[in-house]
């Protein structure tokens, strides 16, 4: 098992800067493939980062949003720079098997409770 707790969200506006963390404890950090993915009311639950080794990201979010882990804190991150309205959402933090973790929702075994974020125009 691998519990997963997040914070950072609150309520910044447009432009500014958002740094959330998700703090994992349980089975090793490493061995996971780590996500964020967002979902916003009334909408599914979309796909922002992932980190392995290296990250990848949303065309929505690329050149914004920066992911990063600390194995050695158990802790992954989301920087996120340039905020727009349209990230308003819950941001959640997820768990996977290094190789399976994509882009998918499916992919991952282990969901944080979420944290908001609120960007203002």
């Known amino acids: 098992q691998v519990q997963l707790v997040e914070s950072g969200g609150g309520l910044v506006q447009a432009g500014g800067s958002l740094r959330l963390s998700c703090a994992a404890s349980?089975?090793?950090?490493?061995?996971?493939?780590m996500g964020w993915f967002r979902q916003a009311p009334g909408k599914e639950r979309d796909f922002v980062a992932r980190?392995?080794?290296?990250?990848s990201y949303a065309d929505s979010v690329k050149g914004r949003f920066t992911i990063s882990r600390d194995n050695a804190k158990n802790t992954v991150y989301l920087q996120m720079n340039s905020l727009k309205p349209e990230d308003t959402a819950v941001y959640y933090c997820?768990?996977?098997?290094?190789?399976?973790?994509?882009?998918?929702?499916?992919?991952?075994?282990?969901w944080g409770q979420g944290t908001q974020v609120t960007v203002s125009s």
């Open positions: 349980g089975r090793t950090f490493s061995v996971y493939g």
């Open positions: 997820a768990a996977g098997p290094m190789l399976r973790a994509g882009t998918s929702a499916g992919e991952y075994d282990y």
């Open positions: 980190i392995s080794w290296s990250g």
